[in-house]
């Protein structure tokens, strides 16, 4: 029981991480307006929080691994606590960005610390469904912090949002002091591991597996209220009822896919939600002129696009005790840094699209974004 009250905790912090991530995006325009900056500057908020968090899980998961993983954590959330208390009170651009910064480098850490720590603490033959649990708080961000976010700081102001976060997030730290065990030990790093980490074929190739999947449903979810209008017909209301239909979707997905990993493996189920996904992203772009049908496939798109989340962390965990025994974390912590190099390298590749063909084709595109992580996957052995 006790264990679960952890991950929890997690999950709640994993929480806090996903609407720090995504409501920006809600109150761009308040933003711009408040450090009398052009939207598109103050879009730089969104960019500079995914550098953090890419740049923060390999490089900042050095220094901490020197402590146990439970100060690892209370370090990880005192940091992100003041930094979002930073972005609450600054009435400076540059402040700001830097916050958001601190806080991205915060949120890369963190999933690299709450993953080894969910793998120590779950019940024996529930890892897989304990990691979806954990994770499950940032798809609930993304389907219900980050609407409800989005609605407080156009109400209240956009400091607000960052108040609550760090409310929160102060929650998730008393949580982890009291609820998290003490004996999580965690094995001394260094730079070096990361080169080593970086330099093993199998490794690279799950790098490539992670970026893959997780960055496929991105090519087109970055630009869905444009799909979602301009071909299907929807208006703006109707565009934010659909994304929470996908992020209801998406919660389901990553539960899912942590049950069938432990029933079937992690290459199994990656086999079966990857096949899926080429389908389900592909028939988007065929379903795109039927209201009905392109609200249940996104659900379905949702669904499957956060499927693979359970399986991939399964996977690289795997890859890492065999290929990386002596430098597991940093191994661990490349492959979630993979996962938004993957968010970013689809949402640019999208626009291009976009400009090139037109948001009707992103679908396709983000079909052929899957297919080198099923290939991958189709030519790897059950076991590794």
């Known amino acids: 029981m006790r264990s679960y009250q952890a991950i929890l905790v997690l999950a709640l912090s994993a929480f806090c991480m996903g609407v720090t991530e995504f409501v920006v995006a809600g109150i761009l325009p308040k933003l711009a307006v408040f450090f009398e900056v052009a939207e598109s500057k103050a879009g730089f908020l969104v960019t500079i929080y995914a550098i953090g968090v890419v740049i923060g899980a390999p490089l900042l998961s050095v220094p901490l691994s020197c402590v146990d993983r ?10 992100f606590i003041v930094a979002n208390l930073m ?17 991205g480098c915060m949120h890369g850490v963190f999933f690299v610390n709450a993953t080894l720590s969910v793998l120590m603490v779950a019940p024996k033959g529930k890892e897989n469904s304990s990691l979806s649990l954990m994770v499950s708080g940032l798809t609930i961000a993304l389907v219900s912090g980050v609407p409800l976010g989005t609605f407080v700081g156009q109400v209240f102001g956009f400091q607000s949002v960052f108040f609550f976060i760090v409310f929160l997030s102060s929650c998730a730290f008393v949580g982890v002091f009291f609820l998290m065990p003490k004996n999580l030990e965690s094995k001394q790093a260094n730079f070096s591991s990361l080169y080593k980490a970086l330099k093993i074929p199998f490794l690279l190739k799950v790098y490539c597996l ?11 979810y970055t630009y869905i209220a ?8 929807f208006n703006e209301h109707a565009i934010g009822i659909l994304l929470l239909v996908y992020g209801f979707g998406a919660i389901l997905g990553n539960l899912f896919g942590g049950k069938l990993t432990d029933l079937r493996g992690s290459v199994m189920a990656l086999r079966i939600i990857l096949i899926c996904q080429v389908i389900f992203f592909s028939l988007m772009g ?7 049908f392109v609200s249940i496939n996104l659900f379905i798109m949702g669904f499957f696009a956060f499927a693979g989340i359970s ?17 597991k974390d940093s191994a661990v912590s490349v492959n979630e840094a993979s996962f938004n190099v993957g968010i970013a390298l689809a949402s640019f590749f999208g626009g291009l699209i976009v400009e090139i063909f037109g948001v009707g084709y992103n679908p396709f595109f983000a079909a052929l974004f899957v297919l080198p992580a099923l290939w991958i996957v189709a030519t790897q052995s059950r076991t590794i």
């Open 70 to 79: 439970r100060r690892q954590l209370l370090i990880n959330l005192a940091i």
């Open 87 to 103: 972005i609450g009170l600054s009435t400076n651009f540059y402040l700001t960005a830097f916050a958001r910064f601190v806080a």
């Open 210 to 220: 992670t970026a893959a999947t997780c960055g496929g449903a991105f090519v087109l």
């Open 226 to 233: 444009s799909f979602l209008s301009t071909l299907s017909g």
């Open 286 to 292: 065929i379903s795109a002129y039927s209201q009905i």
């Open 311 to 327: 399986p991939l962390k399964s996977f690289a965990m795997i890859a890492a005790q065999k290929y990386a025994q002596d430098f």
